[in-house]
Nanobody, 115 residues
Framework: QVQLVESGGGLVQAGGSLRLSCAAS????????MRWYRQAPGKERELVAS???????NYADSVKGRFTISRDIAKNTLYLQMNSLKAEDTAVYYC?????????WGQGTQVTVSS
């Protein structure tokens, strides 16, 4: 079993920044990959950023240059630094971990960007 707990969401004005955190209950190196997804009202869940065990990073085109995914292996914590936020970034953000070919999800954290 894997528990993921997100934090750091909130209300911010357009152009502002937030940092999301995701604390995992297991060592990061057990995970094939960790990801951040988001889901806006009335829309499908979409992949925002990912980091496989190798440490390379990938981003959705909509957030490239604005968001940064990182991890603190010693703390088993995944981060998403979000800068230059836009109203269209408003969504519930979910942490995801792939472990033995299964996906585990956090409870989500709301990010609201006011324009």
């Amino acid at each position: 079993q894997v528990q993921l707990v997100e934090s750091g969401g909130g209300l911010v004005q357009a152009g502002g920044s937030l940092r999301l955190s995701c604390a995992a209950s297991r060592n990061f190196f057990l995970f094939s990959a960790m990801r951040w997804y988001r889901q806006a009202p009335g829309k499908e869940r979409e992949l925002v950023a990912s980091v496989p065990r190798s440490g390379s990073t990938n981003y959705a085109d909509s957030v490239k240059g604005r968001f940064t995914i990182s991890r603190d292996i010693a703390k088993n914590t995944l981060y998403l630094q979000m800068n230059s936020l836009k109203a269209e970034d408003t969504a519930v953000y979910y942490c995801n971990a792939e472990y033995i070919s299964e996906d585990y999800w956090g409870q989500g954290t709301q990010v609201t960007v006011s324009s």
